[in-house]
């Protein structure tokens, strides 16, 4: 199993982002998919998930500006992120089961 996580970058306050996780060797439509996020000199916490029916969970200081989704056709779930702020700076990975994906790193300026 392989989770490739992309697109982080430098966005300013108020400021959106996509990011998305690929993978290969399992089918995310059958998977509860998470995306996590660390921040430096933070544990690694929740963000959302997603299950294989589509509900999905949110971590109560990103409700209402983050959103996850899923497109089976491409074994690919997102997590589009909108008013983004400063604490939400941190490096995002996706992950299933005890599969992680590299890190994607987010960076919210002031």
């Known amino acids: 199993v392989q989770l490739q996580a992309s697109g982080g970058g430098l966005v300013p306050a108020r400021g959106s982002l996509r990011l998305s996780c690929t993978a290969s060797?399992?089918?995310?439509?059958?998977?509860?998919i998470n995306w996590y996020r660390q921040a430096p000199g933070k544990q690694r916490e929740l963000v959302a998930n997603?299950?294989?029916?589509?509900?999905?969970n949110y971590a109560e200081s990103v409700m209402g500006r983050f959103t996850i989704s899923r497109d089976n056709a491409k074994n690919t779930v997102y997590l589009q992120m909108n008013d983004l702020k400063p604490e939400d700076t941190a490096a995002y990975f996706c992950?299933?089961?005890?599969?992680w994906g590299q890190g994607t790193l987010v960076t919210v300026s002031s």
């Open positions: 060797g399992v089918v995310m439509g059958l998977n509860i």
């Open positions: 992950n299933i089961g005890n599969e």
């Open positions: 997603i299950d294989r029916w589509g509900g999905t």
